[in-house]
């Protein structure tokens, strides 16, 4: 396990640098750049004033080199300035990363809940089956505008009942909820089929397994056996899924955050890119990347404490 562990920990390391090299070397290849963009907002500067502040800000250099500068300086943890912010761009980064964790964090949860507990349901009870697909297909075709624009009808036009969107005024964890639940369940409803289906063909498949056929046989309850013994083994697909859905934890939901008004990653990618931003538009997307890569780890990791023949 822990040669796995640091082995993997050496391929993020190298996939990391590789993926800041090219994306640095797709932006830096963009044409334009922030000095162009400051003399088209102000026609006063002077072609000596561009130079000037090429100079200052590094841009008279060879691409590798300010690369190198760049990569430099993110190790000893001087994540340089936003231009289009301009402030600090963790003072951007961090606020924005905070926010989408807490929406598709919470998001996460709830689709994997209840995927599992549908996936369940329809292992235990054959005739549910269909009624599972269905909901599943259900859930995976419907676009998440369509329906958080639908929720937003409904319970903030026409109910009342909570906001259409934007965040608490006070910090109250009551108050915050109410601003979350519409935007969660926009994301956890359409999320949900992957872990549907995944754990309904996973549990059909362990149930008519040997060994559950023995434990019915020692009068253990349908229950037990289903969540006893058949999930753990069932469990490894839907690990895998939370893995791959966990890079959206930190490259954000932007439509979702758009239609809700909820500052976030997406948003603030999106932002970043078209801004000309590259400090930190690159700073944002290694970030999600890392994530990915990490929650990766960590479900091969959980599926080898789960199934241990899995580390032979």
Known sequence: MLRLILGRLVQIAATLALVSAA?????????GDPIDLALMADPKLTAEDAAR?????????PLH??????????LRGEFGHSRLF???????????????????GWSLLLAAVLGVLLGAWGAARRRAAPVVDGIAILAQSTPSFWLGILLVILFAVELGWLPAGGLADSPGVAEAARFLILPVATLAIVNLAAYARHALAALQ???GADYIRTARMKGLSERAIL???????????????????AGSLVSGALVTETIFARPGMGKLIYDAVMGNDYNLALLALLLAALVTMLATLAADVAQRLIDPRLSR
């Open 65 to 74: 080199a300010r690369y190198l500068a760049w990569a430099a300086a993110v």
């Open 23 to 31: 994306t640095w070397l797709a932006m830096g290849l963009m044409p």
């Open 205 to 207: 498949a362990e149930l």
């Open 53 to 61: 502040l090429r100079a200052l800000h590094g841009l008279d250099q």
């Open 227 to 245: 969540w006893r013994h058949a999930f753990p083994n069932a469990a490894i697909p839907v690990v895998t899924v939370l893995a791959l859905d």
């Open 86 to 104: 301009a402030v600090p761009a963790a003072q951007v980064l961090w606020p924005a990363l905070g926010s989408t964790l807490v929406l598709l």
